[in-house]
């Protein structure tokens, strides 16, 4: 795949990790800001290692109750979709009882060959079961 393919084809991802770095070294600028003036304010040392433990902490507080969260929310939904889990089929699987029902009653001699032919032209689906569509 050339440079232009891989950057279309994966765009939204892109995207999406460039905002999550934006947004990452931004919390992080203004978390030091924010603990420079703190530790001024109390009149102590301006050290690295104590913001690193801060801002650590406050990063994966925040992954954990909006990320994490989000990420389970849309990415386990999307996955178990993919892998066609019985609540994602569910619907898909009457639609295509349906339309088999349909093309046998609207032509009874060619309906049966246009469901085998487009069985097998799907035949790798994860969702194809030809129990439900059975006639």
């Not at 703190?38 to 690295?48: D, M, P």
């Not at 913001?51 to 925040?62: G, H, K, P, Q, S």
């Not at 992954?63 to 178990?80: I, K, Y």
């Given at each position: 795949?050339?440079?232009?393919?891989?950057m279309?084809?994966?765009g939204?991802?892109?995207?999406t990790?460039g905002l999550?770095?934006?947004?990452?070294?931004?919390?992080?600028?203004?978390?030091?800001?924010?603990?420079?003036?703190?530790?001024?304010?109390?009149g102590?040392?301006?050290e690295?290692?104590?913001?690193?433990?801060?801002i650590?902490r406050?990063t994966?507080?925040?992954?954990q109750?909006?990320f994490?969260q989000?990420?389970?929310q849309?990415?386990?939904?999307a996955?178990f979709?993919?892998?066609?889990?019985?609540?994602?089929?569910?619907?898909?699987?009457?639609?295509?009882?349906?339309?088999d029902?349909?093309l046998r009653?609207?032509?009874p001699?060619?309906?049966?060959?246009?469901?085998?032919?487009?069985?097998e032209r799907?035949?790798g689906?994860h969702t194809?079961?030809p129990e439900?569509?059975?006639g």
């Amino acid at each position: 795949m050339s440079k232009i393919s891989l950057m279309r084809a994966y765009g939204y991802a892109w995207i999406t990790l460039g905002l999550f770095f934006f947004s990452l070294a931004g919390h992080w600028i203004f978390g030091w800001f924010a603990f420079v003036q703190e530790q001024t304010a109390h009149g102590q040392a301006i050290e690295v290692g104590p913001y690193m433990v801060e801002i650590l902490r406050d990063t994966f507080e925040n992954w954990q109750s909006e990320f994490l969260q989000l990420l389970w929310q849309v990415g386990g939904l999307a996955f178990f979709l993919f892998l066609g889990s019985p609540q994602s089929k569910e619907g898909s699987d009457r639609l295509e009882a349906k339309i088999d029902v349909i093309l046998r009653r609207v032509d009874p001699k060619d309906g049966e060959g246009v469901i085998k032919e487009l069985d097998e032209r799907y035949s790798g689906r994860h969702t194809d079961q030809p129990e439900a569509h059975a006639g």
